[in-house]
């Protein structure tokens, strides 16, 4: 009997998470959550603190009511810590619980309140896509930024060699001829750099615009094409797993029934 009753609040939990609606709510806590982050950055008087602070653990307290229901409702129990979102999320909302607002560990509090925001992610599917893809993607990105690098590096010390004497707050030192290249490669005024080092070396603009071909073009672009490939890569995992894991729901009713029809079995056998 016991058996069942607990099947009937798991499978009510789970169908609670699984809800739409109870999926919004949870978004729309996290964007409220953002915006009384974004207010207590504000010099406000006391009466206001003091109302942003209890809206604040109001919002920890269904934080932590969301991730209660969450794990009740995972069939698997097990399982709920094996997902790192879930872990994230966890950890997050008990750390939040920690009344360090007047101690030393003040900044703290305030960094993990911030970090709510990023439960965003976790809850939403297509976010997990993205940052999957991204992540996926690093080792191929590894090499391309390598290369990248070994380009920027060539060019800066090219760059100080020729353009320290024409302008050393910009090609001083290797350190310095990074930072300006990355300024070339971004667009940002890049043209004025070009023109004074042109004003002594006419040919100069050769260097510009094969630095810029190089990076901001081939490489730039290359980053792009992997990110789309493994985002589109992600897409069908995660449809084959969609489709794998579709017959789930109808297996674990079957299983429930099956284990409430055994149990009416054996009580009907203690009643004869």
């Known amino acids: 009997?016991?058996?069942?009753?607990?099947?009937?609040?798991?499978?009510?939990?789970?169908?609670?998470?699984?809800?739409?609606?109870?999926?919004?709510?949870?978004?729309?806590?996290?964007?409220?959550?953002?915006?009384?982050?974004?207010?207590?950055?504000?010099q406000l008087p006391d009466y206001v603190y003091r109302i942003v602070t209890v809206l604040d653990w109001a919002i920890t307290f269904i934080f932590l009511t969301e991730i209660t229901?969450?794990?009740?409702?995972?069939p698997d129990k097990k399982r709920f810590f094996r997902n790192p979102w879930n872990v994230f999320d966890t950890l997050i909302v008990v750390v939040s619980l920690i009344p360090i607002d007047?101690?030393?560990?003040?900044?703290?509090?305030?960094?993990?309140?911030i970090f709510r925001v990023l439960r965003m992610v976790s809850i939403i599917p297509e976010l997990r896509m993205l940052l999957n893809s991204l992540v996926r993607a690093l080792p191929?990105?590894?090499?391309?930024?390598?290369?990248?690098?070994?380009?920027?590096?060539?060019?800066?010390?090219?760059?100080?060699?020729?353009?320290?004497?024409?302008n050393p707050g910009l090609w001083g030192d290797i350190a310095l001829s990074l930072l300006t290249l990355f300024r070339v490669m971004t667009f940002e005024?890049?043209?004025?750099?070009?023109?004074e080092t042109m004003t002594v070396y006419p040919l100069s603009w050769f260097y510009y615009l094969t630095f810029i071909f190089f990076t901001a073009f081939a490489f730039l672009n290359m980053i792009i094409g992997i990110v789309v490939n493994v985002l589109d890569e992600e897409h069908r995992r995660v449809a084959r797993q969609e489709a794998e894991d579709a017959g789930e729901p109808d297996?674990?009713?079957?299983?429930?029934?099956?284990?409430?029809?055994?149990?009416?079995?054996?009580?009907?056998?203690?009643?004869?």
Do not use: C, P
Request: aromatic fraction near 14%; proline fraction near 0%; charge should be positive.
């Open 1 to 42: 009997m016991d058996q069942a009753l607990n099947n009937q609040w798991q499978n009510a939990f789970y169908r609670l998470r699984s809800n739409k609606a109870f999926e919004l709510f949870v978004i729309g806590i996290i964007v409220f959550s953002a915006l009384v982050i974004g207010v207590k950055t504000y």
């Open 69 to 74: 229901i969450r794990y009740l409702g995972e």
């Open 140 to 166: 191929q990105l590894g090499y391309v930024l390598l290369m990248m690098f070994i380009i920027f590096y060539i060019y800066a010390a090219i760059g100080s060699t020729f353009f320290a004497a024409i």
């Open 251 to 272: 297996l674990r009713d079957l299983q429930r029934e099956i284990r409430e029809l055994k149990e009416l079995i054996l009580q009907q056998q203690k009643a004869g």
């Open 102 to 113: 007047n101690t030393d560990m003040a900044l703290i509090g305030r960094l993990v309140r």
């Open 189 to 195: 005024d890049w043209t004025d750099v070009m023109y």
